[in-house]
């Protein structure tokens, strides 16, 4: 099992960047599949952004392909999501999770582990 917990979200203005950050406790952190996904009020929860075990895969959402860059750093424990060119759509709760079959997938049933999240508001 894994415990994840976000920082980093905060409130910018329309073309700024931001860096998140997802910290993992346990020593199998280099076993998991991570990924990002948001939820913005009243809307159901979308992917963003997956990484594989080793960083060789890394599925992105369309809206923020060319915008978004997820990494990690197994030797931290930790996984990022550097975010440029914000938009106000952009604007959302950010989760961190992982699933233990190293698969980057996309949708929401293929993560068995969830942070508690990070609010992201990008104001025009």
């Known amino acids: 099992q894994v415990q994840l917990v976000e920082s980093g979200g905060g409130l910018v203005q329309a073309g700024d960047s931001l860096r998140l950050s997802c910290a993992a406790s346990?020593?199998?952190?280099?076993?998991?599949?991570m990924g990002w996904f948001r939820q913005a009020p009243g809307k159901e929860r979308e992917f963003v952004a997956a990484?594989?075990?080793?960083?060789?895969?890394?599925p992105y959402a369309d809206s923020v392909k060319g915008r978004f860059t997820i990494s990690r750093d197994n030797a931290k424990n930790t996984v990022y999501l550097q975010m440029s060119g914000l938009k106000p759509e952009d604007t959302a709760v950010y989760y961190c999770?992982?699933?233990?079959?190293?698969?980057?997938?996309?949708?929401?049933?293929?993560?068995?582990?969830w942070g508690q999240g990070t609010q992201v508001t990008v104001s025009s």
């Open positions: 346990g020593r199998t952190f280099s076993s998991y599949a």
């Open positions: 990484i594989s075990r080793t960083g060789s895969s890394t």
């Open positions: 999770t992982a699933n233990d079959n190293g698969r980057t997938v996309t949708f929401l049933s293929g993560y068995a582990y």
